[in-house]
Structures are given as structure tokens and as C-alpha cells.
């Protein structure tokens, strides 16, 4: 498939994320929409006769080609909804962007993530918050994700470096740029442990309209999102209302009932709409997370005598790390109903353990 197509796609004008998946729903490809007739493009809901002509006109592409030649020369990764490298958290989100850019060297398809945001401007509570958490959480093999503004978002990507803890920013702007300025020296260590990550296109500014998107995707690529510190019309809120639409756990710390920037964190607790954390291992409890300790070389002496060649397979895959059932079936090379029953009898016998969110571990 021609990632010419996929970015052109994105950068067609009028067609949003919602648009640009019906149109993959209908003609099964970027390159087949591009290839499309008018009358075919008119029969797709949201596609009108301006849009079509954009879609059928070689501009987009000629765009999309200058982008192309920028994202190879930096090595930037894409990746588009339909695609095995594609966040598969955020496929679950109607409204996740069809194409992101990213560059670094963190899993996004992680098994724990996490996103911890809070305000822009963070008090010394809120900085010993975020260094409290990445410290304790250290153990439990877990990426953070934050927006790489000021306050609470850059102390949890500081926090999350300092305990070599993988941490992503992502970003409200093109990859071409890192904004705040002063973050740059941040955002380029954490390249090397962790990530940057935008749907936004090169020579997007950092424009207000734009961070709403960028919370969405926040809230979208994490298991659970905790608010450290935030006032009652922050943009963390924002966050935390769109991680409740996707059905996603939200934390928050709670404050004095006088302090500015507990508010919303005691509004959110108060409001049911976030669970209370006193301290960072109520989270760990709450996500049911233990420590991730290397699987000893002794466990295959240890295994019991008669597994079938599949079920040996699921040990080889989980004795590299614990896993979700979806990558299982993927490395193993199992079909999920089928191994659905394996899973079962290696817990019976006491050789693996199932975690929430169907996630397994050797015991």
C-alpha cells in the first residue's frame, strides 16, 4: 500500500478521521480511493462534489510526496489505521486519527500504558506527585504518555527519564518542531527512551484548536489516565472526560479543598468520574499489576509432561514477557478460539496466570 495515498488521505480538505474511514470501509485502500471515479466518491456518505474533485486532483498527492521526503530523511515511522503497527488501543476509538507519525523507540502497543496529565501550572505538590509515581511504578514495566507542555506533562516525562521509564509526548503540532521550545533538549532524550507522536502533518503550528485533538489521542492510547494536579476548566479535564467516553479507567490525586489546582482533580473524584488515588501503589492495585521479574531458565524443567505442540508454543511467548490474549495469537500463530482453550488448561494445570484484561503471565 503507498504511504503516498495514506498521507494524501489525511490532507484531503473537509475530510476528517470519521470521512477518511468510511471511504477505507468502502473502496478497501488510500490507493483505490485516490484511483476512484467521481460518480463511485459521490455514492460515499460525507463526500461531496468539492471534496470529490480534491480526492480526483493531483495536489494532495504532490503534498503528500514533499511530506514523504521529509519523514524518510528523519526516519519517521507512519502509521495508518489499517496496519499491524497502527496503536491498537486507539483502534478502538471511533474518532482515533487514521494515520499517526512517530518517532522513537517505545512499543506503543505496549501492554501497560499509562497517561498522566495535569496543569500547565504545576506547584511543588504536583512535581513530587509525578516523581513519587514513575519511582514507584518503575518496576511494573509500564510507558508513560504525557503532552510535553509545561507543568505537570514535562515533570511526568522528566520523572519518567530519570527512572528510565519509556515516556511518549504527544504533540499538537508536526514532528518538524517541538513546542514549548524549551522542551527540546527533553523531547530529544526521549527519543532514545520513549517517543514522539502526532497525527499532525509538517507545518502544523502549535495552534490552540489543535490540543483538544492531541488530548484525544492521549486518552485514547493508554489503559488509564491519571490527573495529578488540574483546575476545573483545565485541559485535563478535557482528557479525562474523553478517557471516560472510551470507557477507560481515570485517577486523579486529590487536594485541599482550597487549593486552585486540586479543583478539578476533587471534582473529577467527586463527580464519580475519577477514581481517588492517595498513593501511586492504589493505582497498581486498581490495574491489577504486578512486578515483572525475569522468567528464570529453569521454567522448562518445570513444566508438565504431556502439553501439546501449541501449548508449548504460548509458553515460548510468554516466558519472553507477559501478554495480551491478541498478541499471543499473533506470535504464536494461534486462532483466538482455539487458543482460548489452551490458555484455560495452562492455568489449571498452575503454569500461567490470567491478569485483567486478558493478559497472562507464567507463574
Not at 499517526?100 to 499509562?114: C, E, F, M, Q, S
Request: glycine share 8%.
Amino acid at each position: 500500500m503507498s504511504i503516498i495515498h495514506q498521507i494524501g488521505l489525511t490532507l484531503i480538505p473537509g475530510v476528517g478521521h470519521v470521512t477518511a474511514k468510511n471511504l477505507l470501509g468502502h473502496f478497501g485502500s488510500a490507493e483505490a480511493i485516490f484511483k476512484a471515479k467521481n460518480k463511485d466518491l459521490l455514492s460515499v456518505a460525507g463526500i461531496g462534489t468539492i471534496t470529490a474533485n480534491q480526492i480526483t486532483s493531483s495536489n494532495v498527492l504532490f503534498q503528500a510526496e514533499v511530506q514523504l521526503k521529509y519523514i524518510e530523511k528523519h526516519q519517521i515511522e507512519v502509521l495508518f489505521f489499517t496496519e499491524p503497527n497502527y496503536p491498537r488501543r486507539l483502534k478502538e476509538c471511533s474518532d482515533g486519527p487514521v494515520l499517526l507519525y512517530y518517532k522513537g523507540t517505545a512499543n506503543l502497543n505496549h501492554p501497560r500504558i499509562i497517561s498522566v496529565v495535569g496543569t500547565r501550572m504545576a506547584t511543588d505538590y504536583g512535581r513530587q506527585l509525578c516523581a513519587s509515581l514513575a519511582e514507584i511504578l518503575k518496576p511494573y514495566n509500564v510507558i508513560i504518555v504525557s503532552g510535553l507542555a509545561y507543568g505537570i506533562d514535562v515533570a511526568a516525562h522528566k520523572e519518567s527519564l530519570r527512572n528510565e521509564i519509556p515516556t511518549v509526548g504527544v504533540l499538537g503540532h508536526g514532528l518538524d518542531r517541538v513546542y514549548p521550545y524549551h522542551h527540546t533538549q527533553i523531547a530529544q532524550d526521549m527519543l532514545k527512551n520513549g517517543g514522539l507522536l502526532t497525527e499532525f502533518p509538517l507545518n502544523t503550528m502549535p495552534d490552540r484548536e489543535n490540543f483538544p485533538k492531541r488530548n484525544r489521542v492521549i486518552a485514547g492510547i493508554s489503559d488509564a489516565t491519571v490527573v495529578v494536579e488540574a483546575t476545573v476548566k483545565g485541559g485535563a479535564l478535557i482528557t479525562a472526560d474523553i478517557a471516560n467516553s472510551y470507557n477507560r479507567d481515570v485517577y486523579a490525586f486529590p487536594g485541599r479543598v482550597k487549593d486552585e489546582f486540586s479543583q478539578g482533580c476533587n471534582f473529577l473524584i467527586k463527580t464519580h468520574r475519577a477514581s481517588l488515588i492517595n498513593h501511586p501503589l492504589d493505582l497498581v492495585y486498581y490495574m491489577g499489576w504486578d512486578e515483572l521479574k525475569p522468567v528464570k531458565s529453569t521454567i522448562q524443567t518445570q513444566l508438565p509432561l504431556g502439553l501439546s505442540a501449541e501449548e508449548i508454543k504460548v509458553l515460548e511467548v510468554l516466558r519472553m514477557a507477559p501478554s495480551l490474549i491478541d498478541e499471543i495469537s499473533v506470535k504464536a500463530n494461534i486462532p483466538q478460539g482455539k487458543l482460548a482453550i489452551h490458555l484455560l488448561n495452562l492455568e489449571m494445570q498452575g503454569v500461567l496466570i490470567a491478569l485483567p484484561g486478558k493478559m497472562y503471565k507464567l507463574n
